[in-house]
Every structure is written in C-alpha cells, then in structure tokens.
C-alpha cells in the first residue's frame, strides 16, 4: 500500500486545513486509516483513525475541531482541521494498517505533510 499525503502549509491561528491522503496498491488488504502527527521535540501521537466500517477516532486535543473522513472512490482520507491553534503545528502523517492476513497487521506510513499555525 502506498500513501501519498497533501495539503499541509502555514496558515494564522482560528484558521482551516484540509489534509488529503491518497492510497494505492493492495487497498483491499486496509484495515483502517489514521493521520498522526509530530511536533518539534515531541512523540508521534494519533490524530484521528477511521476503519473500515467508518468509525472514528480523535485525539482528545482535536475532538470538536477536526473531522477525518474517507471516499472510496477517489481512494484519499481527509483530515479537516479547523479552529487551528499553534499548538496544532507539526508534521502530519497519514497511516494504514495493513492486514494481508489473518491475525497479521503492520503500519504504512506516507510521507509527512508540514503544519504550521501562526499566532
């Protein structure tokens, strides 16, 4: 599987992003999809997952102010940011599980997408 993530850039406190991940390869082998996210000195964390049924995920800094969605027919997963906060900056990363096999599952990671919220 692989991932293709857009959308980051610089944009002023209270102000909206949408992040998009297009996937590719073995799609069906998906198990869920995920944006995580890494700020300067800090742990990657989970931002928001969506699985395969359409459940989500938040964080709970993000909850109220960001929505991850899925269209399947333009195989991309969408992270709607608004009400964006300095604390929001970080390099974002789209994630699949992928599960080609029963009871196996690992990680695909794209590329980073660069956020950064000035206040």
């Known amino acids: 599987v692989q991932l293709q993530a857009s959308g980051g850039g610089l944009v002023q406190a209270g102000g909206s992003l949408r992040l998009s991940c297009v996937y590719s390869g073995n799609i069906l082998m998906i198990d869920s999809m995920g944006w995580y996210r890494q700020a300067p000195g800090k742990q990657r964390e989970l ?3 969506i699985n395969k ?4 995920n938040y964080v709970d800094s993000v909850k109220g102010r960001f929505t991850i969605s899925r269209d399947n027919t333009k195989n991309t997963v969408y992270l709607q940011m608004s009400s964006l906060s300095p604390e ?6 789209c994630n699949a599980i992928v599960a080609p096999f029963e009871g ?3 990680d695909n990671w ?6 950064t919220v000035s206040s």
Do not use: E, F, L, P
Not at 88 to 93: E, F, I, K, L, S
């Open 47 to 49: 931002v928001a997952n």
């Open 88 to 93: 929001d900056t970080a390099v974002y990363y």
């Open 110 to 115: 794209g590329q980073g997408t660069v956020v």
């Open 104 to 106: 196996i599952k690992y």
């Open 53 to 56: 049924g359409g459940i989500t």
